[in-house]
């Protein structure tokens, strides 16, 4: 085979689609002058997993999150239910000294924000993804649970229980928390 007497082209790119070019010096989509490879312009600063979120908890997935939280700490404290015309009680006092595990929806919440304002990284929202779906499954089981028994305990008694808006809103507050929860540590 004959040597070739034509010397290698070095490829050129476009700063603007980045496309590659050999045998021109203008790119024929934007003519725009080609560059080398080095002299592309670098793209603004990507974030990486391991950069440091600002504290609040706005974006990767803290949001709504850090919302479920606080709605059920609101619900902690808003009348949850009333039976026949007492009082009403909350998810946390008198009705949880007799019924422990209701202790769960108030320290669920204030565990995801702990952990929203301690892992500061995507990487470590990710790591926390399955313990914060794990606290919001056991909010959402302590709620059953007790919904239950009171049910039961009522109907027994032959009892009208009737819920209030800390119910629905620690349902809401649940629902939301365990879907943050799944969007820990993801990029926008």
Not at 56 to 73: N, S, Y
Not at 122 to 130: D, F, G, K
Not at 138 to 147: G, H, R
Not at 160 to 177: K, W
Request: charged share 20%.
């Amino acid at each position: 085979m004959p040597p070739s007497n034509t010397t290698p082209t070095t490829p050129k790119f476009c700063p603007f689609c980045r496309e590659c070019f050999e045998d021109t010096d203008l790119c024929p989509d934007h003519e725009l002058p080609l560059v080398a490879f080095g002299d592309l312009p670098r793209p603004a600063h990507v974030p990486d997993d391991d950069d440091a979120l600002p504290p609040l908890p706005f974006g990767q997935g803290r949001t709504a999150a850090f919302v479920g939280a606080c709605v059920l700490l609101v619900a902690s404290v808003l009348p949850a239910a009333h039976l026949d015309g007492r009082e009403p009680f909350s998810l946390i006092g008198a009705a949880a000294a007799r019924v422990p595990n209701l202790w769960l929806v108030p320290c669920t919440a204030m565990a995801t924000l702990v952990v929203l304002f301690r892992f500061r990284t995507r990487r470590r929202l990710r790591s926390a993804r399955i313990a914060v779906v794990a606290m919001a499954l056991f909010a959402a089981a302590s709620l059953s649970l007790s919904a239950y028994r009171m049910i039961g305990s009522a109907r027994v008694e032959r009892l009208d229980l009737h819920a209030d808006v800390g119910v629905f809103l620690a349902v809401f507050g649940v629902l939301v928390l365990g879907y943050g929860a799944l969007t820990l540590g993801r990029a926008p």
